[in-house]
């Protein structure tokens, strides 16, 4: 309850059309050494991008899941420049399926909660890292079903992103957009994309 009038507080405060954007990000332990290394460096590098454009300060609403361990929230939803920018560690199996059905559900209640207090906003992105192929088969059939259903009727911007030479590509493109594959290790390149395009849609009229 308590974060739902936390919620409400920032989006009063700020009626700017927001955007909604949830990472889903690859934690496995198959990203250890310069993989996780360098996927932070990139978060951090396109928060902090953010906060500088005077356009994506107030229309980003980012959200982070990660998947390896478990599936974990590591950054909810909120004003950039109150967010606390989290440090990710690798290990585990990959729960991409769990992951991705978290987010959209994220997502989906961010949206009810724009709606709540009146505030505009763009239909949500997803961006999905992931390096290798999903470990809860039963869980991912489930997310393709749903995530390419919102991508068809236009609910949905979809970004899935394949890391390294193992990443399932063929997998990742079932979720409703063909995969893109990361060129090495160039997350900091990937990210700067990404706000700038983050940076377009904002100056445009939501719908």
Excluded at 112 to 136: C, H, I, N, R
Aim: proline content about 4%; glycine content about 8%; aromatic content about 8%.
């Amino acid at each position: 309850m308590n974060d739902l009038i936390l919620y409400g507080e920032d989006l009063a405060e700020n009626p700017t059309a927001r955007i909604p954007i949830c990472l889903v990000l690859d934690t496995s332990g198959s990203m250890a050494g310069a993989p996780i290394e360098e996927l932070n460096k990139g978060v951090r590098l396109f928060m902090e991008a953010l906060l500088e454009d005077e356009m994506t300060r107030f229309s980003a609403d980012v959200s982070i899941v990660t998947f390896g361990h478990t599936v974990k929230k590591e950054l909810k939803f909120g004003s950039i420049e109150e967010q606390e920018i989290p440090s990710f560690h690798s290990g585990g199996l990959t729960p991409l399926g769990e992951a991705m059905l978290t987010s959209v559900e994220l997502l989906d209640n961010r949206k009810k909660e724009y709606q709540k207090v009146g505030v505009d906003y763009f239909q949500p992105w997803l961006v999905l890292m992931s390096d290798g192929a999903p470990t809860d088969l039963e869980e991912t059939g489930k997310a393709i079903k749903k995530i390419s259903k919102l991508c068809n009727d236009k609910k949905l911007t979809l970004f899935p992103i394949g890391i390294g030479n193992r990443a399932d590509m063929n997998k990742l493109s079932q979720f409703g957009k063909d995969a893109m594959k990361l060129d090495g290790l160039k997350f900091k390149e990937f990210f700067e994309w990404l706000c700038q395009s983050v940076s377009v849609v904002s100056q445009s009229a939501p719908g």
